[in-house]
């Protein structure tokens, strides 16, 4: 079992930055891929970016590229994401999800197992034109 509590969303205009931040507990923090996902109103959930906690490979959603950033903070179980030149298509609610790494930190993105996948509350990300 792992636990996520996930947070730092806002209000923001067009071009500005937020970071969110998701702190994990419970089970063994370092097998496991942590990621952001977000989910717009109409519009299907997409994987955002995603890090392996016992490494440091990353990826990225094409939307995101040179703009956000996954970092982790292993001594406070923490995964963090920078997002910079914020576009109001990033508007969504934002997801933490941790799921154990043999999943593989890319191809869970697409579609994550719900058996497998653990999910924080989300915070909410608006940005204004």
């Known amino acids: 079992q792992v636990q996520l509590v996930d947070s730092g969303g806002g209000s923001v205009q067009a071009g500005g930055s937020l970071r969110l931040s998701c702190a994990a507990s419970g089970d063994t923090y370092m097998s496991y891929c942590m990621g952001w996902f977000r989910q717009a109103p109409g519009k299907e959930r997409e994987g955002v970016a995603s890090?392996?906690?016992?490494?440091?490979?990353?990826y990225y959603a094409d939307s995101v590229k040179g703009r956000f950033t996954i970092s982790q903070d292993n001594a406070k179980n923490t995964v963090y994401l920078q997002m910079n030149s914020l576009k109001p298509e990033d508007t969504a609610m934002y997801l933490c999800a941790a799921w154990p790494f043999w999943l593989g930190c890319v191809t869970n993105m697409g579609s994550p197992r719900t058996d497998f996948t653990y999910w924080g509350q989300g915070t909410q990300v608006t940005v204004s034109s």
């Open positions: 890090i392996y906690t016992g490494g440091r490979s990353t």
